[in-house]
């Protein structure tokens, strides 16, 4: 007899699970256990690595995700249950996004910078493919959640610690004054620290409530939630107290919807309506709470960030100006004074359309779109529990993250992206499992091409970020031996990290900087010579390969003067003070400038305008010797009669 088109799924569904749950070999089982290993690294090692913010934590952490990713595509090759594609929601897209990101990276104004982005883009896709076939066998659901339910908790308690004795020390390093005592666990910036805490309380909530996580489980998310709460209050972020309403508010009425239309409005008038009822009693009686919301009324330095951010996105609007290219181009349209550095925009919407433009933002919202529509399709048709509140969990995570993101750039973070994508790959794994997603099989030829394509691509990848990590940690080390004033073997280091990468701009520049220190010292007039014009080389190449950095031009600036090129030395610091109008000492170097190549008038002009600005003892020294220099000049040479 044949079956309904409801009893085919319901039977794929049961066969699917049983093959999911199926034991198998302890060879392919230590196999995907160092697919699992090297995936969980990025996410649970690299948020005890302060989120993962520097290249020397990030391009380890890179290296090993795609090697997991690779390992992950050669599986179907040792076995042929596995030639199948799970493709995760929103897969393709996120494929779409990866290409055009990568293929913006000759064109940025910073290869180099768009380079290390787009790497890390691509393993956040790698890792999101693996997730979403790897975390569906033998309910490694349970384990992975499990287990970042704990990390999450244990870096909670450090926070609590640190809180209690009013140590600002993180980890082996001490956090900036500016956070005060604001809660940060792991993290130096107490927004990144609140935003895995959002990312991690919908699941421990949903976890709390389901009856499949079973007791130990369930416990584990009651008590990491009871945990997660005041610990959010003690970082102060308001990003994520905005983030934790919405994370928690959308998991509520989520779970509300499923037990009908009267609950599910229940909750959207009861969750806004304790959210209000909490803030005010905050209001009422936290002193800190009140001074964090005063603040934000008062208005603060984020909104003329935008307002300089839009500036900059009205000159490129469609393309944007390349990956990691903010940070360098934004000071051209900076109007703040305040000598302050801002990396990014405190907005990951602005952010992205000034990096990538607008198409780079329609891409975003294509994938996060598709993948959302697909997860609600499924939460509408879900039947298990654990489905369903894995859903909306997630949906309730990918909210905090959109919230916090108004006013943050938490989305840089690479750890917490990669903890958001473990979340998401885990959930796309158990709707597989389940059967409510049906893998595409494919044949001999097209697993070769597909999986074998992707495993290569994965290995390029993982070349790629270790040739980054290397010529990185030879320019740290090269930059520490030259601060203890050992020039040759700083010098050689740059050489090799130079090799290693030849689009590093650093090692470049940093090369530079000791030849031009050998040559100021050098007694030689030749061999003085040949160090300059080296240093002025390497300048130059720095230059070319970063044109916005200020401390390559102001370095070019002095090997020119010690070359006897001053206007080249002009013009060098020239840019410098239009690449960053507001950067007092370049400013006020190209003043000097003036100054020293005898152009008197003209300095003074300079240093008056400038005064307008900064009225500091350095400006006033160089306005008052230059009035004294064209006076006596004046006296000395009165004007001839007529």
Excluded at 449 to 458: E, K, P, Q, R, T
């Amino acid at each position: 007899m044949a079956l309904s088109e409801s009893e085919t799924v319901l039977h794929e569904g049961v066969r699917r699970r049983r093959h999911h749950a199926a034991p198998v070999s302890g060879r392919r089982a230590a196999y995907d256990g160092a697919c699992v290993a090297l995936l969980l690294a990025p996410s649970l090692l690299g948020i005890f690595l302060f989120g993962a913010v520097r290249l020397w934590s990030v391009g380890p952490l890179m290296f090993l995700a795609f090697c997991g990713v690779a390992l992950f595509f050669l599986r179907p090759f040792f076995s042929a249950e596995l030639r199948q594609l799970q493709v995760p929601p929103g897969g393709l897209a996120g494929l779409a996004l990866l290409a055009y990101v990568l293929l913006t990276v000759p064109r940025a104004e910073v290869p180099y910078e768009a380079r290390i982005e787009g790497l890390k883009l691509a393993s956040y896709v790698g890792a999101y493919w693996a997730w979403s076939e790897l975390a569906s066998r033998h309910r490694r659901w349970r384990f992975l959640l499990g287990a970042l339910v704990v990390t999450v908790t244990l870096i909670a308690w450090y926070a609590v610690i640190q809180h209690a004795r009013g140590s600002r020390m993180v980890l082996n390093l001490v956090r900036p004054e500016s956070y005060g005592m604001r809660a940060s666990g792991t993290y130096f910036c107490p927004n990144h620290f609140a935003h895995l805490l959002e990312l991690v309380m919908p699941f421990s909530l949903a976890l709390l409530l389901m009856g499949s996580a079973r007791a130990p489980l369930r416990l584990l998310a009651g008590y990491s939630l009871l945990l997660f709460l005041p610990v959010m209050f003690l970082t102060q972020s308001r990003s994520g107290w905005i983030g934790t309403a919405a994370g928690l508010g959308v998991t509520a009425c989520l779970g509300a919807a499923r037990k009908g239309r009267r609950p599910f409005v229940v909750a959207v008038i009861a969750v806004p309506l304790a959210v209000a009822a909490a803030g005010g009693l905050l209001w009422a009686f936290s002193e800190v709470f009140r001074a964090r919301v005063e603040d934000a009324l008062a208005g603060n330095v984020r909104i003329q960030l935008w307002q300089d951010t839009l500036r900059m996105i009205r000159e490129r609007p469609w393309l944007g100006y390349g990956g990691g290219s903010y940070q360098w181009v934004f000071p051209q349209f900076r109007s703040l004074s305040s000598q302050m550095l801002y990396n990014y925009a405190h907005n990951e919407y602005l952010h992205a359309v000034a990096d990538y433009g607008l198409a780079g933002l329609a891409l975003w919202a294509v994938f996060l779109g598709t993948a959302v529509v697909r997860l609600l399709k499924a939460w509408s048709a879900v039947e298990r529990d654990r489905d369903f509140w894995l859903i909306a969990a997630l949906m309730g995570s990918l909210a905090a993250s959109l919230a916090h993101a108004l006013f943050d750039f938490n989305l840089h973070i690479f750890s917490n992206n990669h903890v958001l994508v473990l979340l998401a790959g885990t959930v796309a794994a158990c709707l597989y499992s389940t059967g409510h997603f049906q893998p595409r099989r494919l044949g001999a030829p097209a697993f070769r091409v597909v999986y074998g394509g992707a495993a290569l691509a994965a290995a390029v990848l993982a070349a790629l970020a270790l040739q980054a990590t290397a010529s990185y940690a030879l320019t740290l080390r090269a930059d520490a031996l030259r601060a203890r004033f050992e020039m040759p073997r700083a010098l050689a280091l740059y050489r090799v990290a130079r090799a290693a990468d030849p689009g590093n701009w650093r090692a470049f520049q940093g090369a530079a900087n000791v030849q031009q220190a050998l040559s100021f010292w050098n007694r030689d007039p030749e061999a003085r010579e040949a160090q300059a014009r080296e240093a002025q080389a390497w300048y130059e190449t720095a230059k070319r390969l970063n044109p916005y950095d200020l401390e390559t031009l102001f370095g070019l600036s002095k090997i020119q003067n010690t070359r006897g090129q001053p206007e080249q030395a002009l013009e060098s610091l020239r840019q410098a003070a239009q690449h960053d109008r507001n950067h007092m000492f370049y400013v006020t170097q190209f003043g000097i400038q003036l100054r020293r190549m005898g152009r008197d008038e003209e300095a003074l002009r300079f240093f008056r305008e400038v005064q307008k600005t900064w009225d500091t003892e350095l400006v006033r020294l160089n306005i008052q010797a230059l009035e004294t220099r064209l006076t006596r000049r004046a006296v000395v040479q009165p004007p001839a009669s007529p």
